[in-house]
């Protein structure tokens, strides 16, 4: 059980672009998704939070007209990186918490790969 | 301000090698420590929830321990395939949806 899934797993694309991540939970609803990015060698940096039906909660420094993030449904987010540029490559990973299973526990996505010529 | 560290940053040991990796914390008020592993290009894999000192779970050859200052994952008899970063991440008492704070990370690398 609480099986999150991202697509695409990786992505390479050209400056300009706007690039959409999708994350699913799979087996549970999750009423709040997060998205992180994470450097190499480093540890996760959150960069939003967001409950289905509510507007994302941005962290510090976080552009939210460059990362469009929407949660349609209990087992949907999206992650539109806008414009993207070369600065926006890293390993985005989206992470679900909802009913069931440990209280608070976060379930993470495999994480997408994003490359910006 | 909420604080996470983790010790030691990598950790090199033989296989059957048991040892400990410790993750410290400085919370207003814990509401809950999570303990992760992640492998190279992958997302974090949950492991273990811990709420309250004292409280220790344990998963094959893993087993997580949870003090009011810092939590410990033991590791007994590791095999290669243990070979990961430890993540362990806090989440302060209050308001239900505190987000989540990491720590950067144990390293560890079994060898055969």
């Known amino acids: 059980g609480a099986v999150v899934s991202q697509h695409p797993s990786r992505v390479i694309c050209k400056s300009g672009t706007s690039v959409k991540i999708e994350c699913r939970s799979l087996d549970f609803q999750a009423t709040t998704m997060f998205w992180y990015r994470q450097f190499p060698k480093q540890s996760l940096m959150l960069m939003a939070t967001s409950n289905e039906g509510s507007k994302a909660t941005y962290e510090q420094g976080v552009e939210k007209d460059k990362f469009l993030i929407n949660h349609a449904s209990l087992t949907l987010s999206t992650l539109t990186v806008t414009s993207a540029h070369p600065e926006d490559s890293s390993f985005y990973i989206c992470s679900a918490r909802g009913r069931g299973g440990p209280p608070d526990t976060q379930y993470f996505g495999p994480g997408t790969r994003l490359t910006v010529l | 301000e909420d604080q996470v560290t983790q010790s030691p940053e990598a950790l090199r040991l033989q296989e059957g090698e048991s040892s400990s990796l410790n993750c410290s914390y400085t919370?207003?008020?814990?509401?809950?420590l999570f303990w992760y592993r992640q492998d190279p290009g992958k997302g974090p894999e949950f492991l273990f929830t811990l709420y309250s000192a004292g409280e220790e779970k344990e998963k094959e050859r893993l087993k997580a321990t949870l003090t009011k200052k810092e939590s410990f994952l033991h590791i007994t008899a590791p095999k290669p395939e243990d070979s990961a970063t430890y993540l362990c991440a806090v989440q302060e008492g209050g308001n239900y949806g505190q987000n989540f704070v990491f720590g950067p990370g144990t390293r560890l690398s079994v060898l055969p």
């Open positions: 919370v207003s008020g814990l509401r809950g």
